[in-house]
């Protein structure tokens, strides 16, 4: 992988496994999209938090894609600034700064499609679940995957996060959709946007590039759908899926 291709240090030099791509099936069963850069115009969740702090974890996330720091200790560092008086904010705060993240430009068109077929519809998201749910629930997504910040008995967070999708595997994740649903990996497509969805895309039949953040990405995928339109994903995926 072209080290250049990134903004950040390749954190695909820190893995020592090859995925192995999967036969494509040609009836996808199961669809996972990523979801910040995708289905929210936000680069990201984190970020966006830390845009509202006037906070950055740009050292974190050098560490990070190292391999000096895991994916826990990498939250830790993240929450740890979010404060207000000098102690952690309550969950229900990000609720709030939330509420300013757009859903991306045909979002809405892609899933009212992707509803008529036998197919099943899932978010796969490093980023936070607050946002993740909010988007599940708003698309009638059938399942999703996002980490969580742990909160103490009166609702504030405690700084320690719990870990569901690790943002440099996801890849464990794709494995663990296909035994819980009873899935082959070729009957699985993807859709992200960042290098950090090569993980996603090379281990699924279908991988789609979406709006890609870097030339790796596009590399990566099966496809690349380049306007920043979800709408064109459509014509990608329904000769691949079955009419309910
Ligand atoms: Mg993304």
Known sequence: MDPDCTR???YLKTRDQIIEKPQFSSAIKTILFDMDGVLVDSISSWRHVHTHFCTNNDASVDAYVRGKISDEEFIRRDVSQWKKNGRLIYKK???TIFSSVNMMIGARSLIDTLKLYDVRLGIVSAGIDILANKVGNLLDMDFV??????????GRLTGEGIVNVPLMRK??????IA?????LKGEIAAIGNSCFDIPLLRSVGLGIAFHPDDDCISKGADVVVSEKNLENITRVLIPYLNKK
């Open 8 to 10: 950040h240090y390749c």
């Open 93 to 95: 705060e990000l609720v």
């Open 145 to 154: 995957y996002a980490n969580q910040l742990e909160t103490d008995d009166y």
């Open 171 to 176: 890849d464990v994740v794709v494995d663990r």
């Open 179 to 183: 035994k819980r649903f009873g899935l």
